[in-house]
Each structure stands twice: as C-alpha cells, then as structure tokens.
C-alpha cells in the first residue's frame, strides 16, 4: 500500500535558520507530490505540488521542494525561517493508480521557529 | 478558485445526540468529495468518499453506521454523525479533488465537533 513518512515530528529552528523537512513516499508508478501548511487555529493551504518538469518546484512564501524520483523523497526546503512559518507541515502524495487517486498523507511535521 | 464551505464551523453537542455537517462547493460541481477528520497535532485521516448519486466509500476501519455521507446533488454533501460520543470530538474538513484537471484539493474551512 502506498504511504508517505515524515522523518522529523518536530522541528526547533531560531529565526534566519534554514529549514528542510524530509517527505519519502512508497509508490513505484507515477506520482503528485504536495506540501500543504497547517498556521496555528487556520485550515490546510497548498504550500507547492508538483505534477511533472523541473523536479525542483518553487512555492509561496519562499518555500521549494525537489523531487528526487531515485530516492523517493520530496523534500520541503527554505533557506532562512521567520517567525511566522511556524505552523504544521504536511507532505501528501497521489498515487495515480487507476481511478483510485486519493491523497495519500503524513504524519506531518510541527516547526516552531523561535523569535 | 473553486470555494468549499461548511457548516457549522463548530458544533457542541450532548452524547447521544447526531450531528449533521454540510458541505457545499460554491462554484463548482464536484461529483466527488472527500470527507477527512483530524485529531489535534496529528494527520488528517481520510474516513470516506462521497459519491454524487451513489454510496459513499468508506475507509477501512470508519463505521458507516456511525458516520452517515449522503451526497444528494452536485454542490452538497453531508456528514452525519450520529449518537455522537466523547470520542468522536474532532475537527471534520471536506475537501474537492478536481479529478478531472489533476488540480489539488479545494479545502473546505473545517467544521470542528465538540462532544460532551
């Protein structure tokens, strides 16, 4: 079955730090990759996704992601963290398997960035 | 974009009593949509697919008795949850995956249920 892991649960970081959360899925075909952002008392909003091209995918707010088809990964990256990213984090996959295409989720990651 | 609502936003409610929760998509016809739930500081946890005009598929473990879906029309589907207990507190988020143009989950804002 198809699953996506999330390796860091939490994740501390001082302001200007940078930030890369792993995101590693199990799924031989093809896939759609996502990060979604969880702020604190808000609902999910689609941070980036990718579908296909250029492995490596810019997204809002200053965040990218590089989908590494060899080793499975979609890892969210940011070179220097404020404050106000601190939110959940959450990788999601489509395995597009026939018609059953459903987002596959994990755990989710929770960074506190420290003023 | 395309517009999930939900109603209520949040709901408080005796044990035993049912709660119904709506979903609407606001400009759009969505034949399929999603119904997940998330417990605090964890995952959210896909517990079923609503089917216009047919059943809804559950997902293994999800009561169907418990957790009703009808979704009668193109822009509506409902959750009922009923003889609510303790244990079924938690937020509810709809969502619309757009199948057809590959596009991402449209989120509706999340209805969260509180039972006492």
């Known amino acids: 079955a198809q699953s996506v892991s999330q390796h860091n649960h939490h994740v501390i970081l001082s302001e200007a730090a940078s930030l890369e959360l792993g995101c590693n899925y199990s799924y031989g075909g093809t896939v759609n990759l996502f990060w979604y952002v969880q702020y604190p008392g808000q609902h999910l909003q689609l941070l980036l996704k990718y579908f296909s091209g250029d492995p490596l995918v810019k997204g809002i707010k200053g965040f990218e992601a590089e989908f590494i088809k060899s080793k499975f990964s979609f890892n969210l990256r940011k070179p220097s963290v404020q404050w106000s990213d601190t939110a959940e984090y959450f990788c999601a996959v489509i395995a597009n398997a026939g018609n059953n295409r459903k987002l596959i989720w994990g755990l989710g990651t929770s960074l506190a960035v420290n003023p | 974009g395309a517009v999930v609502s939900q109603h209520p936003s949040w709901v408080i409610c005796k044990s035993g009593t049912s709660v119904k929760i709506e979903c609407r998509s606001l400009?759009?016809?969505?034949?399929?949509m999603f119904w997940y739930r998330q417990f605090p500081k964890q995952s959210l946890m896909l517990m079923a697919t609503?089917?216009?005009?047919?059943?809804?598929?559950?997902e293994q473990g999800v009561e169907k008795d418990k957790f009703l879906i009808n979704h009668a029309s193109l822009t509506l589907s409902t959750l009922t949850v009923t003889s609510a207990h303790p244990e079924d507190s938690s937020f509810y988020i709809c969502t619309y995956l757009g199948l057809a143009s590959l596009e991402t989950q449209y989120f509706g804002p999340g209805t969260r249920l509180l039972v006492l």
């Open positions: 609503s089917n216009e005009g047919s059943k809804a598929t559950y």
């Open positions: 400009d759009f016809q969505a034949t399929t």
